[in-house]
């Protein structure tokens, strides 16, 4: 295989897209592949000031990285979740971010959830979870509610997270399963901002998992390559799974799920969910001030002064 | 396990039902759904004459029996392809009709595609097909026109397919992959009359596989049990594995996913597509007088007329 650019060896194949590459042009053309999906969904400008969403992991620092040489006005927001169970979760991916981070000059905000509430996300999820269910479900809600809280407080015009074109398809999957018309709703690569909700935007949802590991890798990005100890057996590995067994046999259809997805609800395939009774019936939380259908505390100032 | 109406021995457990049954309270079971799904959608009742397809497999003559035991007046049409590859598969999906009929002294229609047109629908699809295209989609063509045709000629209230949960759950998924709107609003148990189309019923759509399949068994039916010789490697066996794969992980998604799309169908996802530019711009075969989107001839008298 040769880089369809310059002739030399190629560093991917990327059959989905008919396309082989050299590392040099290969870097090249994702951070243009990015720069067209900011425009083309209108995600944000070099005027506005971003928060990023950064995990440690390959896909929020090839992000970070893109953004950054794009000359994106970003801070990052490291999550402390204290999930270490064994291999040092959290901390050796807090390592990764703030190596990555300091390297290139750019500011890290951390929020570390011993230090806030006083205690792991494990412990929070043993006090939430009925049973054996996995903590992933009061994990999303803690770092859904930082990121927002964070995005809100400190006025960034959009926050940023590295959902990639493998988890998108996984999700969208998922939620057509249930048919769930308020979920799908909601996958677009853009939400936005209203009713006490930062602007959520996704610059990586048409980039596949295995281009942002690629990107990190050939750009020397050290980053967390273990996975969540929680997210074995998780259902979203199962979706995940699935696809790719799908896009071995029929490739590109992973994109295409996507990009029709997003064509249909341009077409008015769910009517607009904008007006729902959820969304009319938000409230502020009487501690945090952050939005909240329940009345008086939201469910994480619920679950975080209980103890 | 038990059966859990009698205690005698089970014949089935269906996991995603929760419900063991013997064989006899397994057949009643399996009629008074059937019944169920009639009602429920509104496909017919003991007045109307249904066209019931037939394709000698366990399906069609599980659900014709059963529309039999029911007391409604069917008449049964068996399309004879000519597909025989080795194995005699339309000349022993016939017999299996035809002794099925002549025992519970039914009424069979039988087309007989090289009788009508002088050639079988091997030849047919090889006549149309590009390169190493599947005949799948030219033998569908015929069997909707030859369905409609007969529905509408002889003034039948229904036409009566017997597709199955797992068929439905598959085209559904394949449908979604593609997010054809088009195709995801005429994914329903009942499409009504109009614009030269008979109305088209499907009262086993929440009826899995296995038990279309036991029901015939246990009821001594003989059916072909060979699957077509094209079907191996169609994209609709690939999408049935993958959601057995899922409903041995989460037994009850195939019913989940069917009837999950039918409430976001009726919650307004897909706004109807009855007044589309195709609908609307449908003309009568100069041929045949069946509704066509093409001047002239219909792509069934084009294609048959073409030697």
């Not at 953004?67 to 390592?95: E, F």
């Not at 999700?171 to 909700?197: C, Y």
């Not at 259809?253 to 609800?265: D, E, G, H, I, S």
Request: charged residues 25%.
């Amino acid at each position: 295989m040769r880089c369809r650019k310059c002739g030399q060896r190629a560093a991917i194949n990327m059959r989905h897209h008919r396309l082989s590459l050299c590392s040099t042009h290969f870097k090249e053309w994702l951070i243009d592949q990015t720069q067209r999906f900011i425009e083309k969904y209108q995600m944000f400008t070099p005027s506005d000031r971003l928060l990023v969403a950064v995990s440690g992991g390959k896909d929020s620092l090839s992000l970070w990285d893109i953004l950054w040489r794009l000359g994106y006005q970003t801070v990052g927001l490291y999550i402390d979740l204290g999930i270490n169970g064994g291999i040092h979760y959290s901390a050796r991916s807090r390592q990764c971010a703030l190596q990555f981070a300091e390297e290139r000059g750019l500011e890290l905000d951390i929020y570390d959830l011993r230090s806030e509430i006083g205690r792991d996300l494990p412990d929070l999820a043993d006090e939430n979870r009925r049973g054996k269910e996995k903590p992933c479900s009061t994990c999303g809600l803690v770092k859904r509610y930082v990121m927002n809280r964070s995005a809100m407080k400190q006025g960034y015009d959009a926050l940023v997270t590295a959902h990639n074109l493998d988890d998108e398809a996984a999700i969208l999957l998922a939620n057509t399963l249930d048919w769930s018309l308020e979920h799908l709703s909601r996958g677009l690569p853009v939400m936005p901002a209203g009713a006490g909700f930062a602007k959520k935007v996704k610059p990586f949802c048409r980039i596949s998992e295995r281009e942002s590991a690629a990107y990190s890798i050939l750009r020397g990005i050290e980053y967390m390559e273990d996975e969540c100890p929680y997210s074995a057996g998780s259902k979203q590995l199962f979706f995940k799974h699935h696809l790719n067994e799908w896009e071995d046999e029929m490739p590109g259809v992973k994109l295409r799920f996507y990009k029709n997805y997003l064509k249909a609800m341009e077409a008015g395939a769910f009517p607009a969910r904008q007006d729902s009774a959820e969304i009319l019936s938000l409230q502020q939380c009487g501690v945090c001030g952050q939005p909240t259908t329940a009345d008086g505390l939201c469910v994480f100032c619920r679950m975080t002064a209980r103890k």
